[in-house]
């Protein structure tokens, strides 16, 4: 027997025709309960709609319009089969819902379908109630209590049951089995304070946002059976109060000890540090080995100590002014931006390896480098395969309410997440809400409710809690772990907190947010608030909790008196290595090898090279390449066979081949980079007719390490923070991140500055990434010329990265090699090539890169033994060479020689004082760039080459400039402007004047 009868069924039919004729046309509550049955699918009928939840297993609701999936537990007589879900090691787990036998109401269970005959109105209380739990489930955040310092919650009448005209005789008339809703109650009547308490606590939650029905019925059955929502035992709640003492004594003790200093303190959103305790219980129980967290300032030092393992010794050093780690001739960076590894040891005595990643005050840049870091950590190069294991790693990002809404990073991070070459299997995000951005309120720094709505765009799950109920932080985190596991997606828990000092403890918070921080001046800490609770449930003595807090006081009183004596026995002795960058030593390792000297050695047999491009240019049986590319492919295959030159591309696949072969791991990413932004490189070729993909470079026969190979999504900023991560956590691989236009870079200008080119003096981090940005000028505008070259060399200092700008496929095939296996470990900026690519001047032949190696300068092959007549010297770099040995007066400047400079920093100056003392009549040094003046080399080389330019007799320095004007923009717009400029400097540079 159905819950209506035949009749009303009858009825329902009638007005879900109307329905579908006209939507608007019926009742609002109706058409909220049709909705839920016709935009699944398949269509439901209003006798389905009606008859829903009799005699059948309970269902778990699902929102208007979606095909409903079983709830966990079988809502039949006798049924008994409880789901578990995630518990920290030592908690007592729960059933995500309980079992639900006849007749039984048990909190937690789905409520056995009840049977009577109804009416039509019976049908609009269901359709009205259904519509009250939709508002709940979608809007309940609204009425949630969130906020420490207790502002109302925004509230939203739709889950008022009175707005929608239902009222408490038609809610007890209302089998919740019908609504399938997992909290207790067996009529609507009985569930709806449970689904108050559920979605309007101290925890809310969205999900209704997400595009996957399975993820929404999961997440709703686990948040209202309450699964998530572990009791503590006595034993864990004293355990979380001294955690909280731990976390609150470091605060006072540095606040009062170092007066005014910052620190950035974590009070407000002291449950971060338990919250992650629980983060590190779970993910090794889950079987990771390896948790990198990221995070801006506010509460970095509690986290150094409390979760990475940081010594308090060391904490307070920096206090002191001394390092909290050996600089060895780093110039180091403030306390609060600095990285640390450590251990963790769970409670159950297993070990997981926790890295703080450092992170400069770009609060947000630090995102993606975590996200690579975690890929390189999940990613096994140790074959050819190079198998991704999510499981072995878990990445954890802490960020601030106005960055994660205003910074742009944070969305190009979170696009990550489920791309094949990007994902990390879930990232737990937790942003530390201080409602407030320094001194700008939430209205002036965001232009939604929450922080965390920007997430909602990449359908990721967001949890807030209020960070002053410690029990329900901690149900976040297993939420959030749970859907993890499940999902392998990113979470976000919204931890509404406040700042109890300023931005920092220098800052005055009372100056723009007086009447906050007035009610923050009279709120107890919440580990305050927790020990009177524990006091009042009689599982703790006031005395026992207020000892506790001046054992932990005396604990750092005697680290620094300890502290303070070390460093009064050092007292004389400088810092070792503090501000004086490198040494003698570490300068000796990074010193440029000369031109003329091959070690590393990088040279291929040509033998070999024929294997391997062999194998580079072959393909399945029946696999159908597009017939263009065919004859492209067929001719390189049969370069080296005939001894024909190699273009740059094949050169470039030969090289990482190679390094395959040899062991070296191997990860190209950027926009296009498969096939090539210029359709040069064709790596992954795709089948004509089945539109198959097959990566020749990823099949070789001798290949003892993988090549991982990506498409990256359009951007610059996450893709080269991600890249350069993962290069930093796998020292031994080769990285390389590809713009699709030098100038592009631009976008990823803070990981560039903060990271590449600074994070080995200032954290101590290697990484032998490579940048490779086409450059030079082809008449292609602004945008598509110029890779900021003068930016790079601006950059460098203490040997910290090599700007290179080869211009010839051999020397790219050398200089990858090199960077592969050099010692050195630095990164290495590249400047690649356009039109370059294809030229045939610019080939290489297959000699070149079985002997040699690269050479930091190359002379002019023309001069020969007629050095004695060459009385002008032109320096370039890159494509302009090719221009100038192209033009028609190249020919007729009998006594001009032209080099190539390929090695821009560190400067080859050996090499340059011995090409040009090789010109023993030279009389006049150019400089030939394409870039504009006040661009490009030539600031950064006009001081070093005015000491090696010959000397006029009537003094003055025979050194010249030829190129572009100093301009505002990179270059020309319009392609006739720029080949009347090009033309204009090279016979500029070619124009020997009267003998």
Same mark, same amino acid.
């Given at each position: ?8 069924a ?10 579908l /004729?006209? @939507?608007?046309?019926?009742d ?13 699918l398949?269509?439901?009928?209003a006798?389905e ?12 609701v ?6 409903? =999936?079983?709830a ?14 995630v518990?920290?090691?030592g908690?007592?787990?729960?059933p ?10 048990t909190?937690g269970a ?6 009577? =005959? ?5 049908l ?15 809007h309940g ?27 408490e005789?038609?809610m ?13 109650g067996?009529?609507f ?6 689904l ?13 946002h ?15 059976? !309450?699964?998530?929502?572990v ?5 864990d709640?004293g355990?979380?109060?001294t ?6 004594s470091?605060e006072r ?8 200093q ?5 009070? !407000? ?12 219980e ?12 990221g ?13 990475? !393992? ?7 050093a ?8 050996e ?16 251990t ?15 992170n400069?005050s ?25 198998a991704h ?15 994660f809404?205003?910074e ?6 979170l ?19 201080n ?21 909602k ?21 297993r ?16 931890l ?8 920092n ?14 009610r ?19 599982l ?5 909790a207020d000892?506790?807090?001046?054992? =932990?006081h ?7 008196d300890?502290?303070k004596?070390?460093m ?8 070792p ?10 300068a000796a ?6 031109g ?66 040899d ?8 926009q296009?980079?498969? /096939?090539?932004?210029?359709s040069?490189?064709?790596?992954v070729?795709?089948?004509a ?6 990566a ?44 699709q ?14 990271f590449?080119v600074?994070?080995?003096?200032k954290?101590s ?19 598509h010329s ?6 790079f ?18 020397q ?21 090539p ?6 045939p ?9 079985a002997?040699g ?9 023309e ?5 004695e ?14 221009d100038a040995? =192209? ?6 400047? /009998? ?10 920093y560190?400067?080859p ?40 330019a @010959? ?30 400029e090009?033309?204009?400097?090279? /016979? ?8």
């Amino acid at each position: 027997m159905t819950i209506f009868n035949t009749m009303n069924a009858g009825y329902a039919q009638a007005l879900y025709e109307q329905y579908l /004729r006209d @939507p608007d046309s019926v009742d609002p509550a109706w058409r909220a309960l049709f909705e839920d049955g016709v935009r699944g699918l398949e269509p439901l009928s209003a006798l389905e709609i009606a008859t829903a939840g009799a005699s059948t297993p309970a269902m778990v609701v699902a929102a208007p319009g979606e095909t409903e =999936a079983p709830a966990v537990a079988t809502a039949t007589a006798g049924a008994s089969t409880p789901a578990m879900v995630v518990a920290a090691p030592g908690e007592t787990e729960a059933p995500a819902v309980a079992t639900a036998t006849a007749g039984a109401s048990t909190p937690g269970a789905v409520a056995p379908p009840a049977t009577f =005959a109804g009416s039509a109105e019976d049908l609009h209380a269901v359709a009205l109630a259904m519509s009250v739990v939709k508002a709940f489930r979608t809007h309940g955040r609204h009425g949630a209590r969130l906020d420490p310092l207790g502002s109302p919650p925004l509230g939203d009448p739709a889950y008022d049951p009175a707005t929608v005209g239902l009222t408490e005789e038609m809610m007890r008339r209302v089998p919740a089995s019908v609504l399938r809703i997992a909290v207790p109650g067996e009529t609507f009547a009985d569930a709806y304070p449970h689904l108050r308490d559920t979605y309007c606590g101290t925890l809310a939650y969205e999900k209704e946002h997400i595009g996957s029905h399975e993820e929404r019925v999961w997440l709703r059955q686990t948040i209202e059976s !309450g699964a998530h929502k572990v009791p503590l035992s006595a034993e864990d709640q004293g355990r979380l109060l001294t955690r909280l003492t731990q976390v609150e004594s470091l605060e006072r003790f540095l606040g009062r000890a170092y007066l005014g200093q910052k620190r950035f303190s974590i009070e !407000g959103v002291d449950m971060l540090v338990p919250m992650l305790d629980l983060v590190m219980e779970l993910a090794a129980g889950a079987g990771a080995r390896s948790v990198v967290l990221g995070m801006a300032h506010r509460g970095r030092l509690n986290v150094l100590a409390h979760i990475v !393992g940081v010594p308090y010794e060391s904490i307070v050093a920096e206090f002191e002014g001394g390092p909290i780690g050996e600089a060895d001739g780093a110039t180091g960076d403030v306390k609060y931006h600095l990285g640390a590894r450590g251990t963790y040891t769970t409670r159950s005595g297993l070990a997981l390896a926790v890295e703080l990643s450092p992170n400069p005050s770009h609060l947000e840049a630090v995102n993606p480098v975590v996200e690579g870091r975690v890929r390189a950590l999940q990613t096994d190069r140790s074959g050819a395969e190079g198998a991704h294991d999510p499981s072995v790693a878990l990445p954890v990002l802490i960020h601030g309410d106005a960055a994660f809404a205003g910074e742009g990073v944070v969305a190009e991070t979170l696009n990550l997440a489920r791309l094949p070459g990007y994902t990390t299997g879930g990232t737990i995000h937790l942003i530390t809400n201080n409602q407030l951005g320094f001194t700008t309120d939430p209205r002036e720094g965001r232009s939604t409710d929450y922080a965390s709505d920007l997430a909602k765009g990449f359908d990721h799950p967001i949890v807030h809690v209020n960070a002053d109920d410690p029990e329900a932080c901690l149900a976040a985190v297993r939420l959030a772990f749970g859907y993890r596991e499940r999902f392998k997606g990113d979470v976000i828990i919204d931890l509404v907190g406040y700042r109890r000092h300023g931005h920092n403890e220098a800052d005055e918070p009372a100056y723009t947010q007086p009447l906050m921080y007035e009610r923050i001046a009279k709120l107890p800490t919440v580990r305050e608030q927790w020990a009177a609770r524990l006091v009042g449930q009689g599982l703790l003595p006031r005395e026992a909790a207020d000892a506790e807090v001046e054992e =932990a006081h005396q604990r750092w009183v005697k680290v620094q008196d300890a502290v303070k004596a070390s460093m009064a026995r050092r007292s004389g002795a400088a810092a070792p290595g503090v501000g004086a960058g490198l040494d003698a030593a570490a300068a000796a390792e990074l010193a440029p090898a000369s031109g003329e000297e091959c070690e590393p050695g990088t040279a291929v047999s040509e033998e070999r090279l024929e294997a391997l491009s062999g194998q580079l240019h072959a393909w399945p049986d029946g696999f159908t390449v597009h017939p263009k590319l065919l004859r492209q492919l067929e001719r390189r295959r049969a370069a080296l066979a005939e001894g024909r030159p190699l273009d740059w591309a094949h050169a470039e696949a030969l090289a990482f081949a190679s390094l395959l072969e040899d062991g070296v791991p191997i990860r190209l990413t950027g926009q296009d980079t498969e /096939r090539g932004t210029f359709s040069q490189r064709h790596l992954v070729l795709h089948d004509a007719a089945t539109g198959g993909r097959y990566a020749p470079i990823q099949h070789l026969s001798a290949a003892r390490a993988p090549f991982e190979l990506f498409n990256s999504p359009l951007s610059e900023l996450a893709a080269l923070g991600f890249e350069y991560g993962y290069s930093a956590e796998a020292p031994e691989a080769l990285v390389l991140w590809e713009a699709q236009f030098g100038d592009f870079a631009n976008g990823a200008q803070v990981i560039i500055d903060q990271f590449i080119v600074s994070a080995r003096l200032k954290w101590s981090e290697r990484s032998r990434l490579v940048l490779l940005l086409p450059h030079g000028y082809e008449g292609q505008g602004p945008e598509h010329s110029s890779a900021r070259l003068e930016r790079f060399l601006q950059l460098a200092g203490e040997q910290n990265i090599r700007v290179a700008n080869p211009s010839t496929p051999a020397q790219y095939f050398h200089l990858l090699r090199r960077q592969a296996v050099a010692e050195d470990a630095r990164p290495l900026v590249v400047m690649t090539p356009k039109s370059v690519l294809r030229l045939p001047a610019a080939a290489s032949a297959p000699d070149e890169l079985a002997n040699g190696c690269f050479r930091s300068l190359l002379d002019d092959p023309e001069a020969g033994a007629g050095r004695e007549r060459i009385e002008r010297l032109i320096l370039c770099s890159g494509k302009v060479y090719y221009d100038a040995m =192209a033009s028609e007066r190249r020919a007729a400047a /009998r006594r001009t020689a032209v080099a190539r400079l390929e090695l821009l920093y560190p400067l080859p100056k050996d090499d340059l004082r011995k090409l040009v003392a090789g010109y023993p009549n030279l009389r006049e040094l150019v400089w030939l760039q394409e870039e504009p003046r006040n661009k490009g080399s030539w600031r950064y080389l006009a001081h070093h080459l005015r000491d090696l330019a @010959p000397r006029r007799p009537d003094g003055d320095v025979g050194l010249a400039y030829v190129g572009r004007p100093e301009r505002a923009s990179a270059a020309e717009g319009y392609p006739a402007a720029h080949l009347i400029e090009q033309n204009r400097i090279v /016979r500029e540079a070619l124009n020997e004047g009267p003998p």
